[in-house]
């Protein structure tokens, strides 16, 4: 099953992801994750992307379609993938169908996740991450058990400098202008749904799961 996750930040593409990706045993690639990852070894791509990802802007397609070719490359993204963050501009996901061709695949679902800002603002807002294995929570609505401590792994559980109120804002205006576009790249195929993302988590995922399954029948 190979699946592209498309919405705003703070949609809950990373959440959906996760679950998504236990079920059907295939990994979450998130371009976020990997750049960051770069950034905090301190690599000369991370060296790259560090600027642009700290002011809301876009790291460059090369870059990004680089990380993406080699990912789809291994061994664990045979059996599919659900992307989550990628793609972000029409000329990724036109480099995306390329690359798939060539290995004769193709997306099986594209599930775009919708809120509006205001939700988007308030969910980024109190947001915080695990820094070793990635678990999402909120401040209000999803803390940690114990104050910055991660429920599910035990590190440390911190903000992403990136959701501070002026780059969040950035972060929105550069989705509306670069990444909704694909709406309408992706609106007419077949595996395309477009999914209200402002209820719970577990109703989104049954939604989802709703969606993939009726397309695994056909
Ligand atoms: P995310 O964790 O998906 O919110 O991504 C964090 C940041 O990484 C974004 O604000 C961008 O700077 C960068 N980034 C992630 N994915 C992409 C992508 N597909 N294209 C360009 N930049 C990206």
Redesign the pocket.
């Known amino acids: 099953m190979n699946i592209v996750l498309l919405g705003p ?1 703070g949609v809950g ?2 959440t959906q992801a996760k679950i998504l990706s236990t079920i059907y045993q295939i990994p979450q690639i ?4 990997m ?2 990852s770069a950034v905090n070894a301190g690599t000369p791509l991370g060296l790259q ?1 560090k600027a ?2 700290q002011a ?6 090369d870059v ?1 379609i680089g990380l993406i070719r080699e990912r789809l490359r291994a061994e664990d993204a045979r059996n599919g993938f659900i992307l ?6 029409v000329a ?1 996901a036109e480099t995306l169908d390329r690359m798939l061709a060539e290995s004769q695949q193709q997306l099986d679902a594209v599930l775009h996740l919708t809120a509006p800002d205001e939700e988007i603002v308030r969910r980024l807002s109190g947001r915080a991450l695990c820094t070793r294995c990635g678990a999402i929570f909120h401040q209000s609505s999803n803390p940690p058990r114990q104050a910055g401590v991660c429920d599910v792994c035990g590190d440390s559980v911190v903000r992403r400098e ?1 959701d501070s109120p002026e780059i969040i804002r950035e ?1 929105l205006r ?1 989705y509306a202008q670069q990444t909704a576009p694909l709406v309408q790249y992706y609106a007419g195929r077949s595996g395309y749904a477009s999914v209200s993302a402002v209820e719970s988590p577990d109703s989104v995922q049954a939604t989802l799961l709703r969606l993939l399954g009726r397309g695994r029948d056909g």
């Open positions: 930040p593409k990373g998130s371009t976020g994750d750049l960051r992307a642009q990802m809301g802007g876009l790291v460059s397609d990004v989550d963050g990628f793609p972000r501009t990724q990136d972060r550069v």
